[in-house]
């Protein structure tokens, strides 16, 4: 085969002398890469010669020739399958758009024709000498070469390998082919395995990186999401839990006895199913379960099978479809909608209209969410008059409010001196002063009450505050918002009144109860006398966040999600990522009762955590995952294990959404929510979010999360013990 090796350089320096020595642009490299997993992967599948050809197409370094040839053992005999390997390499070649690619087409087909008769008459000579072959094949490379140095660089520098993905994954997630795209999670994921994978195959490099990185970011992740829900989790729960709970059943036990029966059907060998399950699921801890059922003695080793290699095919089953699910099941979650005529924006506020209920829609967000410090659109004005009438000479600042308790004199120009109202000035007449109202009031009675409407910036120029307002005050509680305004309101007007977490309408008569919420907006020191004189503190958007209770709410969610109640030998937890976005859940649904719970959480630092721990997350998990496909791929298992593991994951959603969208005629973003929880696939679910513009989804995720979550694993070590 040596000769045979060297016959194919010269064949491949024959037929392109001119071939650069490096590719020279990134599609040349990565056509040479998708080559040399092709041709990887084919040979080892349908090559039945006892020993084979292992090509190496990306062999970069200062003697580059672009063809290397070695062996591995392979068991067997014939010769069947090269020509469908060479026909294999032919079309790839042609159908890759790359000067590179099409210039090696020729030295392809004659390789493919060389390796053919060579293999044929090493055989023999190959089967005589038995294992001695492997001794003789070479050793591992010392990364060379621009690649080569710069994967080398990662491996040993993994926080550099982390945010590389982040920073190629972001952009390739934005391309749109067709109308389709990734997006930034699954940008990320197919970075992060497409780097660890090249540096295993080609090189043998590993990215290890500890688990803790991919567990802190998670826990982040998890908790932003949940307080970024959490206002509306319950009254989801009330609204659709018992469809919520059906669709979790069907895509659990579908993905169950899809795969289960599927792996008996084709003759896979014990531990493929239960990997295949932990895979498709994307919940490792399953593989956990089947694990101790093997060891335990629950499953019955066949005669001449070892518990290793038991284990050995669940990893396997797990690692190829752990891989093929993350990437489809976040591209098909997240294209439902529109794969049935859907909108998903339009759907998706029309979710946010249904949750909201009978809420006032002018009222804003609710407090301690995104948006709720936004002043939006205001029917109040600050105008400017000329005291021009008698009878408002003489009078203060806040005479005039109790006479008018809908309009407030803010500001007083005298000349060159500017007098701020909250000094209670005593008007003159020629003053000009700043008068806040609702507009169509100023307009239709400003002048006559005052007196000519003049252009004088100095007393209209205010920065307007939004602030909320805990209701905490015995005395402040069975008042009406026109008694109140009367008391507190100078120079703020109400924008919104918050009771439970829901906005209602807020009428003169409207009685205040303790515990509301109050949103009002005006000059700086009007909200903070307003909230003076409430014994209140005002709660505004702020960039600061309170990280002590932040880093406490995660402790507690941690240690939630960790405690486990052990029945029949299997463990039944939360989970540690489900207890943090619970916690989250929780410290969002009491800031919106009470503002001031929980301390400031800037909205800046909350998007901060939700989009950089999910990105970083999956990032962790391809550098983990992305070696082990490689060793995967032996034999028509492989085919199999794909297989199973993408109808695992993709029929189970789908058969929830057909049951929501037809059956139960639910809204299709919020089914599509439910569908991603059910399939325990945060991801996916953050797909949903960028294509629908809102964050309603997750209303319907951590039912069907936290169920499935518990009953994977239950059905996960039956499989296991059944196999």
């Not at 159908?95 to 060579?118: D, Y």
């Not at 390998?161 to 749109?176: E, K």
């Not at 006895?257 to 498709?280: D, H, Q, R, T």
Request: aromatic share 8%; glycine share 12%; net charge neutral.
């Amino acid at each position: 085969m040596a000769a045979v090796a060297r016959q194919l350089q010269k064949m491949a320096r024959d037929v392109n002398p001119a071939r650069p020595r490096f590719p020279q642009t990134i599609e040349d490299l990565f056509a040479w890469v998708v080559l040399e997993l092709i041709v990887r992967w084919t040979f080892s599948l349908i090559w039945t010669t006892r020993w084979v050809p292992s090509f190496s197409l990306l062999y970069i370094n200062d003697q580059y020739t672009g063809l290397e040839v070695s062996e591995m053992s392979r068991p067997g005999t014939g010769i069947r399958g090269v020509l469908t390997a060479m026909l294999a390499m032919l079309l790839l070649a042609v159908a890759t758009n790359s000067t590179h690619a099409k210039a090696a087409a020729p030295a392809l087909a004659a390789a493919a024709v060389s390796v053919s008769v060579g293999a044929i008459a090493a055989t023999d000579a190959k089967a005589a000498t038995g294992d001695a072959s492997s001794a003789a094949k070479p050793a591992d490379k010392e990364p060379t070469g621009v690649v080569g140095w710069t994967l080398g660089y990662l491996s040993k520098n993994t926080f550099a390998f982390l945010f590389l993905a982040l920073a190629l994954g972001y952009p390739l997630g934005r391309v749109s082919v067709g109308g389709i795209s990734l997006g930034a999670t699954a940008g990320t994921l197919v970075v992060s395995v497409g780097l660890a994978l090249l540096g295993s195959a080609v090189y043998g490099l590993t990215f290890n990186i500890p688990g803790l990185v991919e567990d802190i970011f998670l826990m982040m992740f998890m908790y932003a999401l949940g307080m970024r829900v959490g206002p509306q989790f319950f009254s989801g729960l009330a609204r659709g839990g018992l469809d919520f709970i059906v669709i979790a059943l069907i895509v659990c036990f579908s993905n169950v006895l899809i795969i289960f029966f599927g792996a008996k059907a084709v003759g896979l060998e014990p531990g493929y199913a239960a990997g295949i399950v932990s895979g498709s699921y994307t919940v490792t801890a399953v593989m956990g379960v089947a694990g101790s059922a093997v060891s335990s003695g629950a499953f019955k080793l066949p005669d001449g099978m070892t518990a290793d290699a038991v284990m050995a095919n669940m990893a396997a089953g797990y690692a190829i479809s752990y891989i093929l699910s993350s990437v489809t099941i976040i591209l098909l979650i997240k294209y439902l909608p529109a794969m049935f005529g859907v909108d998903p924006v339009k759907a998706a506020k029309e979710a946010e209209a249904s949750f909201a209920g009978d809420s006032d829609p002018d009222a804003g967000a609710l407090p301690g969410t995104a948006g709720a410090g936004l002043l939006g659109f205001s029917g109040h004005q600050i105008r400017s008059y000329r005291v021009e009438h008698e009878e408002l000479a003489g009078k203060t600042v806040q005479d005039l409010f109790r006479e008018h308790p809908h309009a407030a004199v803010l500001r007083v120009v005298r000349g060159d001196e500017v007098i701020e109202a909250s000094d209670n000035p005593t008007l003159q007449m020629g003053d000009v002063i700043g008068v806040a109202g609702r507009y169509g009031d100023l307009v239709a009675k400003g002048s006559d009450l005052a007196g000519t409407e003049v252009d004088e910036p100095r007393a209209r120029r205010f920065d307007i505050e939004v602030a909320d307002l805990y209701v905490g005050k015995i005395e402040h509680a069975g008042m009406t918002l026109e008694e109140l305004g009367r008391e507190i309101g100078f120079g703020v007007y109400l924008k919104g009144l918050f009771r439970g977490g829901i906005a209602i309408p807020h009428l003169p008569k409207t009685v205040v109860e303790k515990g509301d919420v109050l949103r009002i907006a005006g000059p700086d020191w009007c909200v903070k006398q307003a909230a003076k004189a409430m014994n209140s503190t005002p709660i505004v958007e702020t960039a600061y966040t309170e990280v002590a209770f932040l880093s406490a709410a995660l402790v507690m969610g941690f240690i939630i999600g960790h405690a486990s109640v052990v029945i029949g030998g299997i463990p039944f937890a939360l989970g540690t990522s489900a207890g943090c976005m619970l916690m989250g859940i929780m410290v969002s649904y009491f800031r919106t009762r009470k503002p001031t719970f929980g301390g400031p959480t800037s909205e800046g630092a909350r998007a901060f955590l939700n989009d950089i721990g999910l990105s970083l997350f999956v990032a962790v998990l391809g550098a983990t995952v992305g070696p082990k496909i490689l060793s995967s791929f032996q034999g028509t298992v492989v085919i199999w294990i794909a297989v199973l593991g993408l109808a695992g994951a993709l029929i189970p959603p789908f058969l929830a959404w057909l049951y929501g969208f037809y059956i139960r005629k639910m809204n299709p973003i919020i089914l599509a929510g439910a569908c991603a929880g059910g399939r325990n696939s945060t991801p996916s679910l953050n797909g949903v979010q960028d294509v629908s513009g809102s964050a309603i989804a997750a209303v319907a995720y951590p039912v069907p999360y936290a169920l499935t979550s518990a009953l994977i694993l239950i059905l996960g070590y039956m499989v296991m013990v059944f196999s």
